[in-house]
């Protein structure tokens, strides 16, 4: 999850010792080595095979636009696991360059890969778009590309979203043609057909920020933002395996400032609990704090600190089996440099062991953490906004 997106993950017992530590497993990787100077956008997921699979956009035609979307899969060490395939290729519309943006994938039966993305298309008169999905395996084209997106606006972006029984959800958000903000989600099954039926996921007077799985449903977010866009709130709701609500809709941020409310997420660990991360800007840089509530979002005790060290407010964090959970910061590395720090967390809030740093890389920055089912993690940076990487963890 990177304030908003995060994947199933596996096995590390919950009663691991205090002494153990997060520590990084090999070297890093170039997610993209036949473009990795530049600037790459990526949605990665676990693959259930041990390994993972990242859906990547990237400028194929030089215009400095990512038109491209393509499919690679990864061993558990992060070695490619067969070529990089086509998945869609932009058009662009007259002298207005195509535009695609990723949206997750979803591995399906007989090695079968899902992968989303979305078509932009832009012209003098306005923009459209659709979430779309293809079936890929062996690095090829199964089967014809289809919308997953029901919108009844011009122009609608999604995500492909791994649930913990093997489904996808399918949500998206879209702009009508009053200019409000819709939003709605459908299931996917383990063989990439959409249901036909849609949840409607719409806010009156808010933005739908996204969606996290969370036991057998999933955590929805909306924020509300004033007139200036100065301040904001922030909504958080729990769904159920059949995407019904399952609690009712708890405040996370109430009229707090427009950065600190963009930072606040919800996630929910794998022991049935939900943590609400917080990053609040300070003058040295920010400060991270966490605050346990139960599976409906009651708040369990008051928030505690797990960094004031941050440098900025951007983390990354992941669930572990057991209810521990994973957080990556920023932090100062030495005089000058500056290190991704990760650290593991008990459900009471408390760091179990040391902490791993990924150091020696030019103005990094968080893209997504994926779980692997032989119970790491891959954390994926980049460096100046290009050079997308990876790095395997062990928790």
């Known amino acids: 999850m990177n304030i ?6 596996a096995i590390l017992l919950a009663g691991a010792s205090a002494a153990s530590a997060t520590s990084l497993s090999g070297a890093p990787f170039n997610l993209n080595p036949s473009a990795p100077n530049q600037s790459v956008v990526a949605t990665a997921f676990n693959n259930k095979d041990g390994g993972f699979g990242a859906v990547l956009s990237e400028d194929s035609d030089g215009d400095k636009t990512p038109e491209t979307i393509y499919l690679q899969l ?4 992060g070695k490619p696991n067969g070529k990089k395939g086509l998945v869609f290729q932009g058009v662009p519309t007259g002298p207005i360059p195509a535009s695609t943006v990723p949206g997750g994938g979803l591995p399906l039966g007989g090695g079968k890969t899902l ?8 012209s003098p008169t306005g923009a459209s778009g659709a979430f779309s999905g293809q079936a890929m395996a062996k690095g090829k084209k199964s089967g014809k590309a289809f919308e997953l997106s029901k919108s009844d606006g011009p122009m609608s972006f999604g995500y492909l979203l791994q649930l913990s029984d093997g489904r996808g959800l399918a949500y998206w958000s879209s702009i009508d043609l009053q200019l409000k903000n819709k939003a709605g989600a459908r299931f996917v099954s383990k063989a990439g057909d959409p249901s036909p039926a849609t949840i409607d996921l719409t806010r009156k007077d ?11 449903g999933f955590i929805v977010q909306h924020a509300q933002y004033d007139s200036k866009f100065k301040k904001a709130s922030v909504f958080a709701r729990v769904y159920d395996g059949n995407g019904k609500p399952k609690s009712a809709e708890a ?5 707090g400032k427009f950065d600190d409310a963009v930072f606040t997420s919800a996630m929910g660990l794998t022991n049935g609990q939900i943590v609400v991360l917080r990053s609040v800007a300070t003058k040295k840089g920010a400060e991270l704090t966490a605050q346990l509530h139960d599976g409906a979002l009651k708040p369990l ?3 505690k600190t797990l960094s004031k060290e941050a440098l900025a407010q951007p983390y990354a964090a992941h669930p572990l089996p057991g209810g521990d959970f994973v957080v990556g910061v920023k932090v100062r590395d030495g005089a000058k440099d500056l290190a991704l720090e990760y650290s593991r967390f008990s459900p009471a809030l408390k760091q179990v062991g040391a902490s791993a740093r990924i150091a020696g890389v030019a103005a990094p920055e968080f893209s997504q953490m994926v779980g692997l089912d032989g119970g790491n993690l ?3 940076y980049t460096s100046k906004g290009a050079d997308l990487t990876g790095q395997v963890i062990k928790p």
Do not use: H, R, W
């Not at 990864?74 to 060490?77: E, L, R, S």
């Not at 992968?115 to 832009?122: I, P, W």
């Open 378 to 380: 891959v954390a994926i």
């Open 115 to 122: 992968a989303g993305y979305t078509d932009l298309k832009f």
């Open 4 to 9: 908003s997106a995060a994947c199933s993950v």
């Open 206 to 216: 808010s933005l739908f920020s996204g969606a996290t799985p969370f036991m057998d």
């Open 301 to 303: 005790g008051q928030p």
């Open 251 to 255: 405040t996370l941020e109430k009229n």
């Open 74 to 77: 990864f061993d558990a060490k």
